[in-house]
């Protein structure tokens, strides 16, 4: 009894040799996610129930980022590279029941959209045997070209098999192909490896099918969206597009981006309503902007929180684990790394707070250090509500600092300090009458004897 699930199957084994990397190629990100991330993502989205990933031989890193990402996924190891098509036969278990729909993605096409695959496996319930989703281009180089008579897809033909007229044609194949999993098992079974590169051809589904009269459909997308990645120039360009698609969306949805081509997002931001961005702002994986915040210039932030009216910068750094309240300000050359500042603190310039928390409204002094490593272990700093720290304060931790304490500037404070008492923990201050003269003369007096002697300066 057929299943009436749908099956994606993602190839994604390979090094991709022109990427010259140790890595497979599909663990390349773009917007801080991989690439065969993003398209489980897509696949997820569009509700495909059965999810398989072909992956290549120790390729482990590979398995644990499918795991991560589309954890109900099967992964099915290519022991060798020998084409799209041989690929996708390495996922024989997953398709043995005949699925509903058999849908083949390519896992270095990052940029499509739930809409698109679900559009595709909806082609197959109009009566096609064979969706194919291609796109028009006017530089097709390296892309398999849909051939066409009286409007049909009768072939694909590899850039490399392609005639000269063949080469012309600017429709292109982007790899992504749904069939009625009917006829899946058997159309593989018949693609042979006669052809420039001696691969086995997905893409060689497209004239067997034709050949046994079965209707091929070609569903297109425009070509930003499909663009596939062999090399790191197209991954750079594919980044491009996944930022321009990013900033429009945070436009959208009501923040406003000052310089929008300089601010680059991770594929999870999420930022509210009426924030401001300054120019040349990182988002990093996991951040979360609340509504009216401001995100001043140069600011990188990565595994964050940020509460509703809150200031960052210019200069900020988040790092993970930084979460940051209502209403605070976090200033120039701050730092804040695993470090709860809560509503309406204050720490306002070249600050580094690590594994801490400052309670709601404290202010923090410039150059205020907590020193949280002692070499072997992190330690935690929690100041109070209200406290006061004054200007290069050095915390070491493990420390606790009372509500509304008040330490004095420049203290090396390793004691616990309680609440309302004042802290100060440096030197005390020594003066000398007339003194400041006196040393004066003595200095002046010295680099007199120098120059006289010749080797002064
Ligand atoms: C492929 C298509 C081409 C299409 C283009 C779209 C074929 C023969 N060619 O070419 O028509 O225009 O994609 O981007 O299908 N893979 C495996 N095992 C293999 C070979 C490939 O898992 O043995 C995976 C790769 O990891 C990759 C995907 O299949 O994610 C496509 O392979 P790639 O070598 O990039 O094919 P292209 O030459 O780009
Ligand atoms: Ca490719």
Redesign the pocket.
Known sequence: MPSADRLAIV????L?TRMKSAH???MHEVGNLSLVGHVLAAVKAAEIERIAV?V?PDMADLEAEVARRAPQATCHE?TE???????AMAAGPAYADAPRQVLVL????PLITAETVARVSAGLETGADLVVLGFETDTPT???RLLTTNGSVTA?R?EKDASPEERAVRL????IMAFDGRIFADILSRIGTDNAQG?????DAVEIAHALGLTVVVETAEEDE???I?TRAQLARVEAEFQTRARARAMAEGATLVAPETVFFSHDTRIGRDVVIEPNVVFGPGVTIGDNVRVRAFSHLEAADVASQATLGPYARLRPGARIGEGAHVGNFVEIKNATVEAGAKVNHLTYIGDARIGAKANIGAGTITCNYDGYLKHHTDIGAGAFVGSNSTLVAPLTIGDGAYLGAGGVVTEDVPADALALGRARQVIKDGMGASLRTRFAAAKAEKAKTGDGG
Do not use: W
Request: hydrophobic share 30%.
């Open positions: 190839l994604a084994a390979g991709g497979p190629k599909v072909v290549g290519q590279r020998l084409g799209t098509a041989h690929a390519f896992g270095d096409t390296g892309y398999g694909i590899e292109c194949n982007s790899g691969e086995y051809y997905l893409t499909l663009q596939g062999n």
